[in-house]
């Protein structure tokens, strides 16, 4: 695994955040540097997959990246299931392809699709899980409904949907404290001031968090009938919501 030094030096100018090539050859030792408890939540997910994917349905992991979710859940899916593994970045869906291309998976693992696509653009139908994990925060706000309700009404009866995200807070002292926690865990992980500061103006403008009470509201009012967090660790969560 290659490791994330992207931000080491100084720059004159940060750009804004891409999930380019050079993001997919550290983005393993990135994600798990930045984002306390992701090896956790892949866990729960692969866990989740064993009670929620059905024969003959569809599983959608959408904003897949490197394909950790996706190869998950094939671990626990029927044969007769189609994974569609959907993400915007190039560079992430052929350093996946490349992946499945030389796994060895047993022979009869169910198949996984890859797409090239925005996620709003997806057409979704028969699913019994749908993930989102750590994606929704890069869909632009006003497009956040529209998508969770594409994923609600592709979803059977009983299917779940996951969502993990980044999170703020409502209360400013809460606010401050989890993100003095998660830079605290980010300099434990070996990032340096730079670094951090770098990425941080990086993604100002491309991540954009929402609270964990406005991710549950909006599932409800959607129409799930469970919204359940299960999952937080400093600013970040997971919610499973489920049909």
């Known amino acids: 695994m290659s490791r994330d030094n992207l931000y080491s030096l100084p720059r004159e100018r940060v750009g804004q955040f891409q999930f380019d090539a050079d993001v997919a050859n550290v983005f393993p030792d990135m994600i798990s540097r930045s984002v306390p408890g992701y090896a956790s939540i892949l866990s729960v997910i692969e866990q989740l997959a064993g009670r929620f994917v059905l024969p003959g349905t569809n599983v959608y992991d959408l904003g897949c990246s490197l394909g950790a979710a996706t190869l998950l859940i094939r671990n ?32 009869d693992a169910c198949e996984v699709h890859l797409q090239l696509a925005d996620i709003c653009d997806v057409a979704m139908n028969n699913a019994s899980m749908i993930v989102l994990n750590f994606t929704l925060q890069f869909v632009p706000a006003e497009k956040r409904r529209g998508l969770l309700q594409s994923c609600f009404d592709a979803l059977l009866p009983g299917g779940g949907l996951v969502i993990s995200e980044k999170v703020c807070f409502d209360d400013p002292g809460q606010q401050s404290l989890l993100t003095e926690l998660h830079l605290d865990f980010k300099r434990a992980c070996g990032y340096s001031e730079l670094e951090i500061a770098q990425k941080r103006t990086s993604l100002e403008n491309t991540l954009i968090p929402e609270s964990i009470a406005a991710h549950s509201d909006r599932l409800t009012e959607i129409g799930f009938s469970v919204v359940a967090p299960w999952f937080q660790c400093f600013n970040f969560a997971s919610i499973l919501a489920v049909k």
């Open 76 to 107: 626990q899916a029927p044969a007769d299931v189609s994974i569609h593994a959907v993400d915007n970045s190039a560079a992430m869906i052929d350093r996946l392809r490349d992946k499945l291309d030389a796994d060895a998976a047993a022979p």
